[in-house]
């Protein structure tokens, strides 16, 4: 019998008072573990502070204007210009691309394994969308750039060596996984008692789905596709290796273009000075994207939201 | 999940003297209220729970009985958005004055709860010491062994896991588990044992252990027993207490409440009227 | 509902709802499909390249001589680093908010910032490691700065994943042993952390693989791309795996695009060595507590 539970005679005031060693002990681990989590809010303040000071300094020496009513992107250049548009275009562009290939992908696989999929095909299948999600993007930038692009150059002949489309396809193959398993979620979210509901009308598997489930999960769904429009938009190395680097106000996929990612690599990998122009430029550009995810993932989380509130 | 301190329940620390009718009270109630969020589930509720007796809280379910009991080692407080306020002495002391450390009140205070939940990492016997254990202190072999022994014996288990001590706890048949649970409970040597509805999950075979288990403990501990069902109050206790929709509708011998009710609803619901 | 309204719907045709399960399930499949040719076709051309001299080489201007050890012992302190120190304040931040922090207010804070922090696109943390690590403290363009950063990137994913394994201690543990007299903390730390310790280290591993392949915060804060030392301390420069691969990607020479495959081959070698450790582990603790 250990020490403090022995010769305890009845009940006396000491007995039950806060220790002032034990107390105090807690209250540090309490206080330690509460600094773990107030790093995130450190960190968040970090981030906006470091892109808001430099940001700031980079409007001292640009006008606002000229950065949103110039049409070309050359601050390395001696002839400097520093309209974001070329570079807005490039990420939108090849995140539209992306778009474009994982959303039916994504929203069709999400059908097969909330509708059609029996338990086994479904353990299989889920996983192994997963593994998609978890490859290495440095390693789809290699496929975009070494296999895709040589390929899809027989079939267009005038297709770049730096290109939007192929980096684009192959950024959709990545993000396809994040749409289906969201996607699924809102469409396993649909109750039964719907789908039973259409069946009692007489309505077909197909129509159930198309009429009732598609509909009824449409909120949860387009959260999941604008949550990966955020994630293409702020891809980097995919578009680094193989979209090019010539800032290009172009809507044409067979161009070479420059994201915004990329041009932050751009700068990365060259030995820019700190507090020159080049330098502010990084934040500028890093700036403008973290406002494009953050307004994005907003929305998405709005939407979200109402799916789950409309439910 | 925190313990907050809450800003109701400290006051200074002042010995009360108990008043004469609660001289013999182990537990002394004074005006509890207790609130979920906005939800009142405990009003206003005041009465002495004697020493060595076995006093039953009944009930229809969410009248508030369970929370009741949860004031009285403080464990109400645990759970996010609870709140109380009111005087609960232990022995004449107030254990939500501002210097009572409700961790130590807890060890004077055990608790059995509903679902039997011994720890599915530990042995019996750690299941038995967990009290210590978890506090830091590291019983030697031989009296760890007694105190184990003793334990165990207490909540009339020892016979039948004697040999297999380090087996795990979670092996143990439903009723074994309740009753593990109790012997770690009576290991860290409480004068006051709460039980919420410890029976609602075990079948009738060891229902009636336990029944028989808490008529021993009895002698040596005060027992709050929460109970939905009746019979088990009328057969257990010897005072009972009835609970609706968080007021303290009747409180008195069992005997008194079985057979002449004084408040019509306690009638209704002991002749099952409602519930 | 009104679409279904009996007196317009067609009959459901049985092969048109076949077709379109069938093209669902090639949606499914197609690109597992095409990834698996890709990987093929990168690991068959790497595993030619894969030699002794290759993994203790480092890099050179031929790209027959050139090797990733400089980049695969830098990605090894990296990561090795960043669990250092993400794992304890992710962890901790993860026990403060399931634990501690109920429905306080600044929980909640901490809850939305780490939501948020979550969808903040990697590169962005380069940023903040360039500005506040490597230049406002003064560390460099070092091994420490880089695991400091890479340390915050990953943390959201820690919590997020501690958190769901606390979160599988059902509340009748912790009840319990509040009961017996325990503080919150040592619920915490005999009863709660135990329990959930597969399901903290399964996801942490998880977390940190993660970590191995990010190039571009590394390239934004200015990670070398052509070392051709070990990092001989916290304060050393260094390089890592996807950066040299990269490196190598850039390159027109034919034989470089080859180091690249065999690059990643190693990349997704040490993936899949991470990936495996985490099963094991879990299995290995479910057959424990079972």
């Not at chain 1, 059609?116 to 479904?122: D, E, K, L, V």
């Not at chain 1, 109750?191 to 009692?200: D, L, Q, T």
């Not at chain 2, 074994?176 to 770690?184: F, K, S, V």
């Amino acid at each position: 019998m250990g020490g403090e539970t022995t010769g305890r005679g009845r009940l006396d005031v000491a007995d039950m008072r806060r220790r002032v060693g034990a107390h105090a002990r807690e209250r540090v681990i309490e206080l330690l573990l509460t600094a773990c989590g107030v790093v995130s809010i450190v960190t968040t303040v970090a981030i906006l502070g470091v892109l808001v000071f430099e940001t700031a300094s980079f409007f001292a020496e640009v006008s606002l204007a000229e950065f949103l009513l110039d049409t070309r992107w050359t601050p390395l250049f001696v002839d400097k210009h520093f309209g974001i548009w070329p570079l807005v275009a490039g990420t939108v562009l090849t995140s539209a691309i992306a778009i474009g290939v994982a959303l039916p992908f994504g929203l069709l696989a999400a059908i097969y394994l909330s509708e059609f999929a029996t338990p086994r095909a479904r353990s299989l299948l889920k996983p192994a969308l997963e593994v998609l999600a978890g490859v290495p993007t440095i390693v789809y930038g290699y496929f975009a750039l070494v296999v895709l692009t040589p390929l899809l150059q027989r079939f267009i002949p005038d297709l770049a060596g730096f290109n939007a489309l192929s980096p684009g396809i192959i950024m959709g193959i990545m993000i396809m996984p994040m749409i289906c398993s969201l996607s699924e979620d809102a469409i396993f979210a649909v109750p039964e008692s719907m789908r039973e509901g259409a069946y009692a009308l007489g309505a077909g598997k197909l129509q159930t789905v198309f009429r009732v489930v598609l509909p009824t999960a449409f909120s949860g769904i387009a959260a999941s596709v604008i949550l990966a429009i955020s994630r293409a938009v702020g891809e980097t190395m995919i578009v680094a290796i193989a979209a090019g680097q010539q800032p290009n106000l172009t809507a044409n996929p067979r161009e070479s273009v420059e994201t915004m990612t990329t041009y932050m690599v751009q700068i990365g990998l060259g030995d820019t000075p700190t507090g020159t122009i080049e330098y502010k430029t990084l934040f500028v550009v890093g700036a403008s994207l973290f406002v494009m995810t953050f307004a994005i993932n907003l929305l998405s989380q709005r939407l979200s939201r109402r799916f789950r509130e409309g439910r | 999940m925190m313990v907050p301190d809450l800003a109701e329940g400290r006051r200074p620390y002042r010995a009360t003297q108990p008043a004469a009718a609660e001289v013999n009270a182990k537990l002394s109630v004074q005006n509890l209220d207790a609130w979920y969020g906005a939800t009142h589930v405990v009003k206003k509720v005041s009465m002495a729970i004697p020493a060595r007796q076995i006093t039953a809280v009944i009930g229809p379910s969410g009248c508030g009985k369970s929370t009741f009991v949860r004031c009285l080692n403080r464990m109400h407080e645990c759970i996010p958005g609870a709140r109380m306020d009111g005087r609960v002495l232990l022995d004449g002391v107030d254990i939500y004055a501002g210097d009572i450390d409700p961790v130590l009140v807890r060890r004077r205070v055990g608790m059995v709860f509903q679902k039997p939940n011994p720890f599915p990492m530990m042995s019996i016997r750690d299941n038995v010491l967990a009290g210590l254990t978890l506090t830091g202190v590291r019983p030697r072999g031989g009296e760890a062994d007694a105190l184990v022994e003793r334990a165990l014996r207490g909540a009339a288990l020892w016979d039948e896991v004697k040999d297999s001590l380090g087996k795990r706890g979670v092996s143990l048949s439903g009723g074994q588990q309740q009753r593990l649970c109790i012997a770690r409970a009576l290991a860290v040597e409480p004068e006051v044992l709460l039980m919420d509805e410890p029976c609602s999950a075990l079948d009738p075979i060891a229902t009636t252990r336990i029944e028989d288990l808490m008529h021993s403990l009895r002698e040596t501990y005060t027992i709050v027993i929460v109970t939905h069902n009746m019979q088990q109050a009328a057969r257990v206790s010897q005072k009972t207490a009835f609970f609706y929709t968080g007021d303290l509708i009747e409180f008195s011998d069992t005997d008194t409440i079985f057979t002449s009710p004084r408040n019509k609803r306690t009638e209704d619901y002991i002749t099952g009227k409602f519930g | 509902m009104a679409g279904l309204d009996p007196g317009q719907a067609k009959p459901p045709s049985r092969a048109l709802e076949r077709a379109f399960a069938g093209l669902c399930l090639a949606a499914a499949l197609l690109p597992l499909l095409l990834l698996f040719v890709l990987l093929a076709d990168v690991v068959y051309d790497g595993l030619s390249r894969l030699d002794w001299a290759f993994l203790t080489s480092y890099p050179s201007r031929r790209p027959e001589r050139a090797g990733v050890l400089a980049g695969l012992v830098g990605s090894f302190y990296l990561v090795g680093l960043t669990a250092l120190i993400a794992l304890p304040l992710g962890v901790g931040a993860a026990v403060y908010l399931e634990e501690y922090g109920g429905r306080g207010r600044l929980a909640q804070i901490i809850e939305v910032n780490i939501s948020n922090l979550a969808g903040v696109p990697s590169i962005i943390y380069g940023l903040l490691g360039l500005e506040l690590f490597a230049r406002t403290l003064a560390m460099g363009r070092s091994l420490l700065a880089g695991a400091l950063m890479m340390a915050l990137l990953v943390m959201p994913i820690v919590i997020l994943s501690t958190r769901e394994a606390l979160r599988t201690v059902p509340l009748g543990m912790r009840e319990a042993g509040l009961a017996l007299g325990a503080t919150r903390w040592q619920v915490t730390r005999r009863i709660v952390l135990p329990m959930s310790l597969p399901g903290i280290l399964t996801g942490a591993i998880l977390a940190i693989a993660r970590a191995i392949g990010e190039a571009a915060p590394l390239i934004v804060l200015g990670a070398l791309t052509y070392v051709d030392f070990l990092p001989d301390g916290l304060r050393s420069a260094f390089t890592v795996l996807p950066i040299q691969i990269f490196n190598w990607i850039g390159r027109p020479q034919a034989g470089f695009k080859l180091n690249a495959a065999a690059g990643i081959v190693l990349l997704l070698l040490m993936l899949l060595l991470f990936n495996g450790l985490a099963i094991y582990l879990r299995n290995y603790f479910q057959r424990r507590t079972r």
